[in-house]
């Protein structure tokens, strides 16, 4: 199993690279911008857990079938239910992600706009 979970994390090794650094980028900023920080970073841990976890389970499925005597309809069942559960993983990170941006910021001052700071 190590293998093949090595396997998995060596096929995403350049986004586990952008995961990574992009998780120091929130600690190194947290002094500045505390929340916006703790978001990005949660956002991201999230993914990178989303993406162990998933590759864990596919490969524990096939035995799974095998001592639960599941059909192969059953385990496809199961794989369609690992994905949808995957894919909620990754909107939620994308919302996150998404409020992150937009998180926190002061409208631009124009003359017409009632917003001056």
């Known amino acids: 199993m190590s293998a093949y979970l090595l396997r998995a994390m060596l096929q995403r090794a350049p986004?586990?690279?952008v995961i990574l650094v992009g998780i120091i980028f929130a600690l190194a900023r947290w002094k500045?911008?505390?929340?916006?920080?703790?978001c990005?970073?949660?956002?991201?841990?999230?993914?990178?857990?989303?993406h162990i976890v998933l590759a864990q389970l596919s490969y524990s499925i096939p035995g799974v079938m095998k001592s639960w005597n599941l059909s192969y309809a059953a385990a496809n069942n199961m794989y369609t239910a690992l994905y949808v559960v995957g894919d909620l993983a990754f909107a939620a990170v994308v919302?996150?992600?998404?409020?992150t941006a937009f998180a926190q910021r002061t409208p631009i001052a124009t003359q017409d706009s009632p917003y001056r700071p």
């Open 15 to 17: 986004l586990l690279l």
């Open 32 to 38: 500045r911008h505390p929340k916006i920080s703790f």
């Open 95 to 99: 919302i996150i992600l998404v409020i």
């Open 40 to 50: 990005a970073a949660v956002g991201l841990v999230i993914y990178l857990f989303k």
